[in-house]
């Protein structure tokens, strides 16, 4: 029987894989948000939520569902800007949002000319 399959990547392999390690750091980002979060939320008390999680039978289940939901939210959230900034160039000048395409100032141009 030949050994045609290949060998599952471990986690060191999956570190080394630039888009992987880049989504990895940015759910830790994500988690370390939400968690600071939910840790804000229960501190500051706002309409006596950490009373009603600590007052129910089963608190610990709505913690976690609380945690999870706001990880889900800030995890995804960071990875999606990553993944979105990565086409931005480092050298952008200063200038703001809203950079004209070149395609575009080429069609306006063309227009101009021909009436």
Not at 40 to 62: F, S, Y
């Amino acid at each position: 029987m030949p050994n045609n399959q290949q060998p599952k990547p471990t986690r060191a392999a999956l570190l080394r894989i630039p888009l992987f390690r880049l989504l990895a750091i940015n759910l830790a980002i994500g988690a370390c948000a939400a968690a600071l979060l939910v840790g804000g939320l229960l501190w500051l008390n706002p309409g006596h939520l950490r009373e009603l999680i600590l007052a129910d039978r089963a608190g610990g289940v709505a913690l976690v569902l609380l945690l999870a939901s706001f990880l889900i939210t800030f995890g995804s959230a960071a990875m999606g800007s990553a993944i979105m900034a990565q086409g931005r160039k480092e050298d952008d000048s200063g200038r703001g949002g809203g950079h004209q395409s070149p395609l575009a100032v080429q069609e306006l141009a063309q227009r101009r000319r021909t009436h």
